[in-house]
């Protein structure tokens, strides 16, 4: 082993599998060994740890790791920190992250379901009325707006809309063809996601403008969102962001793209959507997961259905004791309420 034994060791975890996991979960992966890396660095340098070698970290080695991370990690992350350092230890036959998680099980990291906030209504309508104002010869300005608007309204991943082509945007019947979702190698599975009204007009000058660009460059790309750079044509999650970016200078506010899926859930719900319909169009196999990470009934709207509910029971209510008036009105005009009373 050379200088960096760390960095050598992940390299040759993440060689072993390549092609085992998605290629975007592998590059993230890889960037958090790099990161870690970082630290083991650091906290060798200043003596706290014994070896930079993941196959002779000792228990003590692993301790010190995660109490410096969880100076500044949030919980989720520690989830995933800790399996990367028990994977990358492993795979060097070195159990002492395990050893370590035994002897000491309050660094056990939780990962606790939280389901973060979406978007707000008024931010929402802040940024589609905005795409109304802009010039439709900016294509700069056009393309960001367009990318986080179809983020909203079609409930896409990032990889999704990174890798969405320009085909898979049906005008004629305004459907996104979601292909490249969530485990597509294995157990996903396409979907189709409905565009709605509000954004078309912006949607179909953004072809025009995606259009004009592919003549003037003289280049042809599949990609919806077309790459200056990249040989495959297809823009990084990095560009993506940057188009982002631009929306967010223009308001002063701040969102991210995964932020932009959660809404898309929670806008269905709060127009009464079924959650199982908001859970087929997010690409989720069951409804625990959109409730429990991405949308759910707001409290005041259930308060709202169930006052209505309440009020179709009285309603009810009301109906029958008019019916039962009106029968024991007639029975009397008859003169036949005391032989109803006496046969009773």
């Not at 002492?96 to 035994?102: L, T, Y």
Request: net charge positive; with cysteine; hydrophobic share 30%.
């Amino acid at each position: 082993m050379g200088k960096y034994p760390f960095g050598e060791y992940a390299s040759r975890y993440m060689d072993s599998v390549r092609g085992v996991y998605a290629e975007e979960t592998w590059k993230t992966r890889a960037r958090r060994y790099r990161r870690m890396e970082r630290r083991i660095i650091e906290l060798k340098e200043q003596k706290r740890i014994s070896t930079m070698s993941p196959k002779s970290m000792t228990e003590e080695d692993v301790r010190e790791y995660i109490l410096h991370c969880k100076s500044f990690l949030a919980q989720t992350d520690m989830v995933h920190e800790v399996n990367a350092l028990r994977n990358l230890l492993l795979f060097a036959g070195n159990h002492a992250v395990d050893v370590c998680m035994n002897h000491n099980p309050g660094l056990r990291p939780r990962n606790k379901p939280s389901r973060k906030a979406s978007m707000d209504e008024e931010t929402y309508q802040r940024i589609l009325a905005k795409s109304a104002q802009i010039d439709p010869t900016d294509y700069p300005r056009v393309r960001a707006y367009t990318l986080v608007l179809l983020c909203l309204n079609a409930g896409t991943r990032n990889k999704e809309i990174r890798l969405a082509n320009v085909e898979d945007l049906d005008i004629a019947n305004w459907v996104l063809h979601i292909v490249h979702v969530k485990g597509e190698d294995s157990y996903g599975q396409t979907r189709d996601v409905p565009i709605p009204p509000e954004i078309r007009q912006l949607v179909s000058i953004f072809l025009l403008g995606r259009k004009k660009t592919m003549v003037d460059k003289n280049c042809d790309s599949h990609a919806l969102f077309p790459s200056n750079s990249s040989p495959d044509g297809y823009c990084s999650g990095n560009t993506l962001r940057n188009y982002k970016n631009m929306v967010e200078r223009d308001l002063g506010i701040k969102f991210d793209l995964r932020q932009c899926r959660r809404t898309f859930g929670q806008r269905y719900l709060d127009r009464d959507l079924d959650i199982e319909s908001v859970s087929v169009l997010m690409g989720h196999s069951t409804t625990r997961m959109t409730e429990t990470f991405y949308s759910r009934r707001r409290l005041d709207d259930a308060m709202r259905k169930a006052r209505g509910a309440w009020k179709e029971g009285e309603d009810r209510k009301e109906g029958q004791r008019g019916r039962c008036r009106i029968i024991h009105e007639t029975l009397v005009d008859n003169g036949l309420w005391a032989v109803f009373r006496t046969s009773g």
